[in-house]
């Protein structure tokens, strides 16, 4: 067996006297990666076992440099090339800078390999690096490298610190109904749901029902002195028009994704994305920490913005647009889009140690929403076991959904109760502001919350 690569000829690998032959780094990358429906739909997927296992050795012996001479999209075409491009340190890099892939794989899984070093080199790891790294390990090494990672924010709790499991605790409603969503705050608390953040997707852009939802979740935080933060996940265009109006913005929200185009179908560039963190910074409401994204494999080949570059990678470089942002929080939706992307509870498992893994790597402070659609060959069974082993590698935080089922977004993600089972089992913990409060005073009651409602509608 051997390796073959020039800029002309592209890249090949000779197994058992067959040579496969990959075109370029892109061809490559999507080749080497693990089997996944959304791949195979774009068409740049392995067509056998023994291809993608050829395209996986040819990418361990790929030199790490190579991806600071080869851009996956043109530098002049695509914002995002550039910001990874511009930003990449290297510095950082030099202490990685001999190895190949295979070689950096092995450095991750060994005792050198500390949290404090892996934290001086994360500015030096492009996205695509890490993406590449990831597609020649196995689970046990997504798991076993990301648990080495800790990754540490603040606004108003400090989320990603060893030893915490921290929840979004979502309470969706299908009519934005705030007597709803105030029962499933009010549920959440008691379970010991919240600390990350109370974070509501609204059935409706509309900035005056935006307004009215942040301004219920401030009243129930300042009532109760609960130490969390609250956002509504509308267009990041609707959360500056309410902050215009005066609503209590605490974090500000965006999907984003790994490409110029994915994010122009988002109706978003990084100039909005960083008018947007200006406008919330300078509320003071918490740290200076203020944007929460999320992302998920298959969004860019929904758009058909993918460029023909594989969908994990493609959410690789979303977390280089999320780290230029200086964010509080990042979660992978890792099932949601469904199984045209990933088809089944094995693709989901694999995609979500990947996302969280590669988020570490390049100092995320990763979460995840263990779910999937209800069309998707996938149950509950798997998501116990993403879920466990997510916390085992140390992920900051996942989401608590009323009974595991989204009610307003029509999908199943993992419940206050999933939560609780995760932190047992491994000995986790809320935040420390977080529990120190559940252990100050109880949960407030619906009784007591639902009086609060009226006088927002008025505002």
């Known amino acids: 067996m051997g390796l073959g690569h020039s800029k002309m000829s592209g ?93 950096f794989r092995n450095w991750l899984l060994s005792d050198a390999a500390t949290g404090a070093l892996l934290d001086g080199v994360a500015r030096g790891i492009t996205p695509e690096m890490a993406a590449a790294v990831s597609k020649i390990m196995r689970a046990q090494d997504l798991i076993a490298a990301a648990a080495k990672i800790r990754v540490v924010t603040t606004f108003r709790t400090t989320v990603g610190l060893s030893g915490r499991l921290s929840t979004r605790l979502q309470p969706n409603h299908p009519s934005d109904d705030p007597a709803g969503i105030a029962a499933s705050i009010v549920d959440g608390l008691a379970l010991e749901s919240g600390d990350a953040v109370v974070g509501i997707n609204p059935a409706s852009d509309n900035v005056e029902s935006v307004a009215t939802l942040l301004r219920l979740v401030d009243a129930i935080r300042r009532r109760y002195q609960i130490p969390t933060q609250s956002c509504v996940l509308a267009h990041v265009t609707t959360q500056l028009e309410a902050l215009a109006k005066g609503a209590p913005v605490d974090l500000m929200f965006q999907s984003i994704g790994g490409t110029e185009a994915t994010n122009r179908s988002f109706g978003i560039n990084l100039a909005l994305l960083r008018e947007a963190r200006q406008a919330a910074s300078e509320l003071k409401r918490g740290s200076g920490q203020v944007m929460y994204f999320e992302t998920g494999q298959g969004s860019a080949l929904s758009a058909n913005a993918h460029h023909g570059i594989d969908q994990h990678t493609c959410e690789a470089r979303a977390y280089g647009v999320a780290r230029a942002l200086d964010l509080f929080l990042v979660n992978t939706v890792v099932g949601f889009i469904g199984p045209e ?85 491994l000995g986790l913990r809320p935040a420390p502001e977080f529990e120190a409060w559940l252990a100050s005073q109880p949960a407030p009651r619906l009784a007591e919350v639902l009086p609060l409602i009226a006088p927002l509608k008025e505002l």
């Open 11 to 103: 890249y090949s690998h000779t197994v058992s006297g067959t040579t496969y032959r990959f075109a370029g780094l892109q061809t490559l990358l999507a080749r080497a990666t693990p089997a996944r429906s959304g791949d195979a739909l774009a068409g740049i997927a392995a067509e056998t076992a023994e291809e993608r296992v050829a395209a996986q050795m040819a990418l361990a012996d790929l030199p790490l440099r190579v991806f600071l001479e080869e851009p996956l999209i043109d530098y002049e075409t695509d914002e995002v090339t550039r910001l990874i491009f511009d930003t990449h340190d290297v510095q950082a890099f030099s202490a990685i800078a001999h190895f190949t892939v295979g070689d």
């Open 341 to 425: 992307y990933l088809f089944d509870g094995k693709q989901i498992i694999r995609a979500g140690l990947e996302d969280h893994f590669c988020g570490k790597l390049l100092g995320l402070p990763m979460g995840c929403d263990v779910c999937y659609t209800n069309h998707a060959e996938a149950d509950d069974d798997d998501m116990d076991v993403l879920l466990t082993l997510l916390a085992a590698a140390g992920v900051n935080y996942v989401m608590g959904v009323p009974g595991a089922d989204d009610i307003m977004l029509n999908y199943q993600s993992s419940s206050y109760h999933d939560v609780l089972y995760v932190r047992r089992l």
